[in-house]
């Protein structure tokens, strides 16, 4: 099963950045299309940006749509969310996880999901 592990998270404060990174275990990870998504306390996980397996296609949920840009590099098995423009709204444990397809509208997460991290975004 594939191990995923994300990192990155912190305090912020508005209007500041971060860049989380998962690190993917999974030996056809290059083969696979990934995603970001969140939770935020007492909401249920959102789809936030996907990724095609070559990086040649691109998604963004409308409420991250310039401000957050995804990306990955195969060779280290990795996926990243660079988040510009934070807003407190933004506050919630960001995961990563393998995606059957990224043409699902929105894309739907494989079930593998790893710990997750907290972005946390003070006004």
């Known amino acids: 099963q594939v191990q995923l592990v994300e990192s990155g998270g912190g305090l912020v404060q508005a209007g500041g950045s971060l860049r989380l990174s998962c690190a993917a275990s999974e030996r056809t990870f290059s083969a696979s299309d990934m995603g970001w998504f969140r939770q935020a306390p007492g909401k249920e996980r959102e789809f936030v940006a996907a990724?095609?397996?070559?990086?040649?296609?691109?998604k963004h949920a409308d409420s991250v749509k310039g401000r957050f840009t995804i990306s990955r590099d195969n060779a280290k098995k990795t996926v990243f969310l660079q988040m510009n423009s934070l807003k407190p709204e933004d506050t919630a444990v960001y995961y990563c996880?393998?995606?059957?397809?990224?043409?699902?509208?929105?894309?739907?997460?494989?079930?593998?999901w790893g710990q997750g991290t907290q972005v946390t975004v003070s006004s």
């Open positions: 990724i095609s397996r070559s990086g040649g296609v691109t």
């Open positions: 996880s393998l995606l059957p397809t990224i043409w699902s509208d929105p894309p739907r997460a494989s079930g593998s």
